[in-house]
């Protein structure tokens, strides 16, 4: 198993080289001007040409790339590079792009966790429910709030509870901030949704196909309570798919934040993304998808190494695999 | 007339495999009441410009702003001063909401069929070229789809979108960049599922090039999961575009697009809710039925699924 973790580990680096590749390139190809921004419009062309050098824009790309990753020496405008953990410096608010990631992550993480934790209390015992008693009225209401959940925009889903809940009912207010817990339920709420409708349907379709299995016709047989049928026999073997979408919700839900966090005017690092996007702040950029990058594939990871201990067979059967190997 | 035999044939064996699959899609009746329901968005996107001029939907009258669903007001429209219903109410620029949702719809059915198109082509070919030639291949076009894929959807778009400019042409670039890694992953699959089979040795030993074999032997045989995902990311991809829009990354007002026209209303929702319903349920209704759609025919496609 560790050897499994340390290879998955090191598979990390060529995806990360390939992330900051592609996200380098399509900053590369942006319309923007760094020096230009710096500077101001009326800068003399002199001015404009020594700060391009000294930003180190007037390089080849591939020598930006490397300085972007292995550093780049100046006395103002230099950093160590990503190698050695440092990002440089914004290009707008001039802060250590490391440290805002930083800052604003936790409250991601904060929204991104109540959003899967809420979706999982709410749809593993309707699906359970729905599964039990297939095609019932209960199944349906669920099925077609499923299928609405995951329909549904998550913008809109937003605007209809801030228009409901905080302009009109006045309970929570419209804007979110990571100190107050009321205002973070309208958007782990909103969150949520697409999260819930995907794990409901998940757990319902892996619960049917597991009460159809012989194992459980013959625990009923032996006249076993049908709690522990439903409980101990069928859910533990069900949980598994289900853990897998909820592992890649988890991800998502950290990169996806960016609508949600942007209508709740929520410091999160997807609100903190789109405005380096819009202020076309390139290391800024670059520094925040490399780290949801690295947040994601390690979630992926963890999802992994998860399903030993829910479900042995998959140890056993991984282990098999790399003797065979 | 010997030569048109097995013409005939092979036309009534597709007559009977359709029948088939329309006898099983049939059963499901919120797919057929979808299908139904996103060919009434269709005629209505093609004959948007006869329901609702495109000039009409996007000129201010701000006399008229803010009217309640229903109202009547003195539009000044061509030189003109005619009275018109808002069946739908108006905007905060005082034009049409049912107008604009119209044209809306137009938009995002091009964008849907688009997006999906392009993937589709760019997606299955790079699946279909790592799937069958296997190799170097493979692991290449595989491990740039990790990449990619570890790379959040939402944010690629923007990013693609803000590299690139901001032109319909580069939301539909945006978009279906982000579908083709699904593409890769389904094609690549089915094709390593199918291209061992003997059929497709049989068609290697009677001397068949690969086009050939992935054309005609191959394909065919992998058609149905692709036509599922792409019925599903049709409806996925027009939540897309309208969040990019909502986000100022998209089609940008006057343009009518369901996402924008959202974006403008936000501030608002207060005194005009109409302006937050009409177009939500639009997509809604849109991706719902898409995805209830692509349910049916997975349902009528994949016997292993059949209940």
Known sequence: MFRYIMRRVLMLVPVLLGVTFIVFSLMYITPSDPAQMMLGANASPAAYRQMRSDMGLDKPFLVQYAHFLFGYKHPVFGYKGLVFGDLGRSYVTNRNVFELILTSFPNTLVLATGALVLALILAIPIGIISAIKPYSAVDMVFTVFALLGASMPVFWIAMVLIYTFANNLRIFPAMANPGNFSSLVLPIVTLSMYSMAIIMRMTRSSMLDVMQQDY???????????????????????????????????????GGAVLTEKIFSYPGLGSIMVDAIYQKDTPQILGSVCFVAVTFTIINLLVDILYGFIDPRIKSAFTARKKRK | MTQSLPI??????????????????????????????????ALIAIFADVLYSYDFVTSNSLENALLKPGEKGIVFYQEKEFEHTFILGSDNYGRDILGRLVHGARVSMIIGFATVAMALAIGGF?????????????????????????????????????????????????????????????????????????????????????????????????????????????????????????????ILPPKPEWGNMLSEAREFIQYAPHLLFAPGLAILLTVLAYNLIGDGLRDALDPKLKR
Not at chain 1, 236 to 249: H, K, Y
Not at chain 2, 203 to 212: Q, V
Request: aromatic share 8%; glycine share 6%.
């Open chain 2, 8 to 41: 005939s044939r092979f036309m009534k064996r597709q007559a009977k495999n359709i029948s088939q699959f329309w006898r099983q899609f049939s059963r499901n009746k919120l797919a057929v009441a979808s299908l139904i329901l996103v060919f009434v968005f």
């Open chain 1, 216 to 254: 459980i016709r013959t625990a009923r047989v032996k006249g076993m309570d049908e709690k522990v049928v439903i409980f101990k026999h069928a859910l533990r073997n069900a949980l598994i798919p289900v853990v897998t979408v909820a592992g890649l919700q988890f991800g998502s839900l950290l």
């Open chain 2, 126 to 250: 790079l699946g279909a070229l790592a799937g069958y030639k296997g190799g170097l291949f493979d692991t290449l076009i595989m491990r740039i789809t990790d990449i990619v894929l570890s790379i959040p959807t939402i944010l690629m778009s923007i990013a693609i979108v803000a590299a690139l400019g901001n032109s319909f042409f580069n939301l539909l670039i945006a978009i279906s960049t982000s579908m083709i890694p699904g593409y890769i992953r389904i094609v690549r699959a089915s094709i390593i599922s199918v291209k061992d089979q003997e059929f497709v040795e049989a068609a290697r030993c009677i001397g068949a090039r690969d086009l050939r074999i992935v054309i005609k032997h191959i394909i065919p045989n992998i058609t149905s999961p692709v036509i599922v995902q792409s019925t599903l990311n049709i409806g996925s991809s027009i939540l897309w575009a309208s969040a990019l829009s909502f986000l100022g990354l998209g």
